[in-house]
């Protein structure tokens, strides 16, 4: 071999090498971090830390959970607190945040942690790689009504469920609500879960309540829900429809809903 084709065997083994290096470091992951977050000190002196965590990675996380640190006006350390995303009831699972996906988190303190003297906060985010959920669910409808009751402002958040899986979702559904104020930040979040089997093309109401004691009023929301192994396709989101009386909740729900598989309903007409 002359001293030239040597010359351009090594060359192409080194561009060999730094393409495999490059993949190496290209290597697909989870990145889980809290896109946003605000608090409040109510009268009592308790501290609310409501936020959010975004799957900023291509690979699905779980087992997610996060870890506040308290600082004072002058950043001296006061206390620390823990909490995990929730899971589902009775299954002992965790959520699946999927690439792109958020979820919201609170923690509530008690005065006796020192809150009189919390002045801002920073987070850790500890995360689990895992694999993927199946697009099962699609939210064709959703809404929150926002009322007062008392001291707090109550969110009632409604709509409908359709499971869009070829089987039945046997597990139950998780729906995750985060309220948030004009400015875009979370000031509130609510969890429920639904006991209910889904057949495939089923489409089924949900009905549930967030309390903010913020004195920022909500002003839109965002919704996702999950089975043990089924998620929904695209979160729901929409503004929060402003102040009404609370006798009215349940008859405008309920009409909503039913105008909501009435829809769906002629879809399926339309397209058989």
């Given at each position: 071999m002359s001293a030239r084709h040597a010359l351009i065997v090594?060359?192409?083994i080194a561009v060999a090498c730094a393409f495999a290096s490059f993949s190496q470091l290209a290597?697909?992951?989870?990145?889980?971090?809290v896109v946003s977050h605000s608090s409040y000190r109510d009268a009592l002196n308790d501290y609310w830390v409501f936020g959010e965590v975004?799957?900023?990675g291509n690979v699905p996380a779980t087992n997610i959970s996060l870890s506040a640190s308290f600082y004072d006006a002058s950043d001296n350390f006061v206390n620390s607190s823990n909490t995990a995303i929730a899971g589902f009831?009775?299954?002992g699972q965790s959520i699946?945040?999927?690439p792109g996906a958020k979820a919201p988190f609170y923690m509530l303190l008690l005065p006796q942690s020192g809150t009189a003297n919390f002045d801002h906060c920073g987070f850790a985010v500890l995360f689990e790689e895992c694999a993927s959920k199946n697009m099962g669910f699609q939210v064709p409808f959703s809404q929150c009504a926002r009322y007062q009751s008392g001291p707090t402002e109550n969110v009632n958040v409604s709509?409908?469920?359709k499971n869009t899986a070829i089987v039945p979702i046997q597990e139950g559904v998780n729906f995750y609500a985060?309220?948030?104020d004009s400015t875009g930040t979370v000031i509130g979040y609510g969890y429920m879960y639904k006991e209910e089997n889904l057949l495939p093309g089923e489409v089924v109401a949900f009905n549930f309540q967030v309390t903010t004691f913020y004195l920022a009023q909500a002003a839109n929301f965002t919704l996702t829900a999950q089975s043990a192994n089924y998620a929904i396709e695209g979160e729901s989101n929409g503004i929060v429809i402003p102040e009404f009386p609370s006798f009215l909740i349940l008859p405008l729900f309920m009409v909503a809903t039913l105008l909501a598989v009435i829809v769906y309903k002629k879809k399926r007409t339309d397209i058989t």
């Open positions: 090594a060359l192409l290597k697909a992951s989870a990145n889980v971090i975004k799957n900023a009831y009775g299954l699946v945040l999927l709509g409908a469920i985060t309220l948030y």
